[in-house]
């Protein structure tokens, strides 16, 4: 059973900085594009970052390009999202998920999702 794990949210002010982590099990995702998205309180969940498995590749929503960066440890089977610059904005429940459509901004896409982890930035 494949199962996606998120952790490292919490409280941060504005302007400050936390590390997300995402460990995947009960399979190989050698194969996968891994997602970020997050979803705050009445709102539509919003893709936020993604990255290739297999080559690294990176891709970012517009609402946080230059601020948070996407990357993996194949051998620890974790992806991670920092997050720098943080705003009260980016507050909101942010999940990880896996998919192999391809380099996707669609929750459509994605196969496995994890439980989420909630951020929350202070102004």
């Known amino acids: 059973q494949v199962q996606l794990v998120e952790s490292g949210g919490g409280l941060v002010q504005a302007g400050g900085s936390l590390r997300l982590s995402c460990t995947g099990s009960g399979r190989t995702f050698s194969k996968y594009y891994m997602g970020w998205f997050r979803q705050a309180p009445g709102k539509e969940r919003e893709f936020v970052a993604g990255?290739?498995?297999?080559?690294?590749?990176?891709y970012y929503g517009d609402s946080v390009k230059g601020r948070f960066a996407v990357s993996r440890d194949n051998a620890k089977n974790t992806e991670y999202l920092q997050m720098n610059g943080l705003k009260p904005e980016d507050t909101a429940v942010y999940y990880c998920a896996a998919g192999w459509l391809g380099p996707s901004y669609s929750s459509n896409d994605y196969r496995y999702w994890g439980q989420g982890t909630q951020v929350t930035v202070s102004s």
């Open positions: 990255i290739s498995w297999s080559d690294g590749s990176t």
